[in-house]
Nanobody, 121 residues
């Protein structure tokens, strides 16, 4: 079991950057962390995944080249660096933890509360 807490959301002008953080309450040797987002009236969308045990990452086509997922093991924190933000990136961003195949289509049992990202302009 793990608790996840996101932070770092906010409002930013189009073209700007934000860095989201996902702090884990404990460490696990085989955990996958994923970032998802959901905009009002839209389905939840997987954005990026990171296998914390070997550093392998995946990205959705919509964010590839603009977003980077990374980790700081000492802080038990996974980051989502978002550059070149667009109005269509506006959504509630949540991180999730799972122990299945580490991909956007994987199974994630634990979820954080989310942090809002709003891109204007």
């Amino acid at each position: 079991q793990v608790q996840l807490m996101e932070s770092g959301g906010g409002s930013v002008q189009a073209g700007g950057s934000l860095r989201l953080s996902c702090k884990q309450s404990n460490w696990h040797s085989r955990r996958c962390i994923a970032w998802f987002r959901q905009a009002p009236g839209k389905e939840r969308e997987g954005v990026a995944t990171l296998a914390t045990y070997n550093g392998t990452t995946t990205y959705s086509d919509s964010v590839k080249g603009r977003f980077t997922i990374s980790q700081d093991d000492a802080k038990r924190t996974v980051y989502l660096q978002m550059n070149g933000l667009r109005p269509e990136d506006t959504a509630m961003y949540s991180c999730a933890a799972g122990y299945d195949v580490c991909s956007i289509a994987g199974v994630y049992e634990y979820w954080g509360q989310g942090t809002q990202v709003t891109v204007f302009g």
